[in-house]
């Protein structure tokens, strides 16, 4: 079992609760393998934020249940949270190094996030003064597309978890 199939169980029995015991059995898999995916899924809620669920954990000392739940609401108010960060991302040196690991997170792709890394390298510690100001514009621009790439793909986000919640109102 990976993190993929935990979800896909959990969105087929949608509002049922089931301790990692129970899932372990569903699903012939390893408890410990069940209860890192658990974990996993809990450090990464938008596994599930961007389709429209939400997951509940039910905790005692040492038992727990775990559901997922059809809830459009919250996860909007997530990704609008998201939006508001990507936003606040500022585009000086001194906030992109602070913000660097916001940027890496919301960064598309390897190449994305290699070309960010490579010129804030050579930004910060270049000796040559020409070649550390020509990367930082560079650094920018690709800040600047880091962002709006971001904003457009969490609002296109937004409009299809509007939609599916007008669907599921009407």
């Known amino acids: 079992m990976n993190i993929w199939d935990l979800t896909k169980f959990l969105k087929e029995h949608t509002g049922e609760w089931f301790t990692p015991h129970e899932i372990a059995k569903e ?12 974990r996993i899924l809990r450090n990464r809620p938008y596994e599930t934020t961007y389709e429209g669920y939400s ?7 040492r038992l727990y249940a775990l559901r997922i739940i059809k809830d459009v609401e919250h996860s909007i108010k997530l990704i609008q949270k ?3 960060e990507v936003e606040k991302i500022g585009e000086d040196l001194e906030s992109i190094v602070r913000d660097r690991n916001l940027l890496l997170k919301h960064s598309s792709c390897i190449a994305v996030r290699d070309t960010f890394i ?11 003064d020409k070649i550390r100001q020509r990367n930082l514009k560079k650094l920018k621009l690709e800040v600047q597309s880091i962002k709006n790439r971001e904003k457009k793909r969490l609002e296109s986000l937004i409009a299809t978890l509007g939609a599916m919640k007008k669907e599921k109102e009407e």
């Open 82 to 84: 998201e939006i508001v």
């Open 55 to 61: 997951l509940e954990i039910a905790e005692r000392r």
């Open 118 to 128: 490579r010129y804030l390298e050579k930004a910060r510690y270049h000796h040559n």
């Open 27 to 38: 699903s012939n898999s390893d408890i410990r393998t069940v209860k890192n995916d658990i």
